[in-house]
Structure formats: structure tokens, C-alpha cells
């Protein structure tokens, strides 16, 4: 069913996608956009579980929320990548997670312009269009390919660059994709060595940061504010967190 639900988003995000943007407006900051796009997915998300799973909770970017009956609730972020989207940048994807009293119980995170979709249910491993995949086994800091992300606020932004000035020459290369539900998906399946960042919300990481433990990653959460993650291949994580922690 969130299968389903992710690829009724995508399958609107993609014939929309390259066209002219509407309903565009401003959220924390004025290059932090939203648009009827990013509305219109959720409520085609929204349609789907409140049909099929009525009694569950519901957490989501745009606005839509219930309370759980169930003891269960679906964190969703409809278009994780909005200014990639607004910009005719094809990196963007819909994410879905669906959580219980132990955390994420499952992960979809589709990419509907690769055709790719991202899958892990929590104790059973995760997949790519039902393939199994897996973090890489890369064991030194220093020729990690390292992906991060950047805030909407100017103040954060400045300390961000600040800091990444002091890991661009202890990593092989830093990636700036600009969908963290996509970085995380591409730790997951090899084509990244780590990932960090901080100041994100909560549906931007539910789901995807499943797809990493479940493929065999690490996930290390940073403290203080704002709260980040670090996740990547399991020897490399602990040198990333010693940089970027403080």
C-alpha cells in the first residue's frame, strides 16, 4: 500500500514536473519554498491511507495530521526536494514511512524520474525496485565520497560552510544533492560512502533512514540544535561524527 501510495504521488510529481510551477510560496525563509505540487501529492497520499488504514496516525510536511487509533502512524514528506522540483532539477523523490512503538517499521522512498523505488521493512532488509541492496564497505575516512545538506536560515547556512571547510579535506568529496530522502537512499545503495546534516525534520528522514539499517549502515544521531544524523558504511561513521559532532 505505500508502494502504492508513493508512486500515485509520483507518477502527479512527474507529469508536472518541467512545467510551470503554481501555488509557489514561502515557508521558514524566503528560499524555503512550497507549491500546489508538493499540497497535491500529499492529499493523493492522504486519500490512500485514510481509505485503507483509517485508524492510523498521519504526519505530514504540507499540513495533514491525525491522532492514532492504531498505535501506528505514517510520517510523509510528498516532495522531499522542492527547489530541485521548482528548478527542473531531476533530483527529487516522495517519502513514506510508517512507524509503531519500536520506530520505523517501513520505509518507501520513490523516485519517480529514475524510475527507482527505495523499499526496507525494519528486520528484513531493503531493496531497490525489489533488488536487495547494501551500504558499501568503505573503511576509511579520508576516501569517502560524503554527502550533506545546507539550511534554509542565512545564521545556519554560514556555520554549515564553516564547517564543511573543515571535512571537504578529510573526506575524498563532498555531494550536495538537495533531497536528503535521496542521500540517504543512495548511502543505502552504494553510490554514497556517508551522509550527514542537521536541521532537517522528522518525514525527512523516517523513512530512508530505515533504508540504511536495513542495508546494513550506521546511523548516529547529533545532539544539540539543531539535532542532526550522520549515516553511512559502518567504519566510517564514527570519524565523520568526530568532525562534524561539536
Not at 522542492?82 to 522512498?109: H, K, M, Q, R
Not at 538537495?178 to 550527514?196: E, H, K, N, Q
Not at 525534520?201 to 523513512?207: I, L, M, N, P, V
Amino acid at each position: 500500500m505505500a508502494q502504492r501510495a508513493a508512486a500515485a504521488a509520483g507518477e502527479l510529481l512527474l507529469e508536472r514536473f518541467g512545467g510551470p510551477a503554481r501555488g509557489v510560496e514561502r515557508k521558514s525563509s524566503r528560499t524555503d519554498l512550497v507549491s500546489d505540487a508538493d499540497r497535491d501529492a500529499e492529499a493523493a497520499i492522504e486519500e490512500i491511507l485514510s481509505a485503507e488504514r483509517p485508524d492510523d496516525g498521519l504526519l505530514a510536511e504540507e499540513g495533514s495530521s491525525r491522532e492514532a487509533v492504531s498505535g501506528r502512524r505514517w510520517v510523509v514528506d510528498p516532495l522531499d526536494g522542492t527547489t530541485n522540483f521548482l528548478y527542473g532539477i531531476p533530483a527529487w523523490a516522495v517519502s513514506i514511512a510508517l512507524e509503531d512503538a519500536d520506530g520505523s517499521a517501513l520505509g518507501v522512498v520513490a523516485d519517480p524520474v529514475r524510475g527507482e523505488t527505495f523499499t526496507a521493512i525494519r528486520g528484513r532488509g531493503a531493496a531497490c525496485n525489489g533488488e536487495p541492496i547494501e551500504v558499501t564497505g568503505e573503511e576509511r575516512l579520508d576516501t569517502a565520497l560524503v554527502a550533506t545538506g545546507f539550511s534554509y536560515e542565512a545564521q545556519e547556512r554560514q556555520a554549515q560552510a564553516a564547517l564543511l571547510a573543515e571535512v571537504l579535506p578529510r573526506v575524498r568529496d563532498i555531494r550536495r544533492v538537495g533531497a536528503a530522502a535521496l542521500d540517504l537512499c543512495w548511502v543505502a545503495t552504494g553510490r554514497l560512502d556517508a551522509y550527514y546534516e542537521r536541521g532537517l525534520k522528522h518525514w525527512d528522514w523516517a523513512a530512508a533512514s530505515l533504508l540504511v539499517a536495513e542495508a546494513g549502515g550506521r546511523l548516529r544521531w547529533l545532539e544539540g540544535e539543531p539535532r542532526g544524523l550522520v549515516a553511512g558504511s559502518p567504519m566510517v561513521v564514527d570519524g565523520l561524527l568526530e568532525l562534524v559532532g561539536p
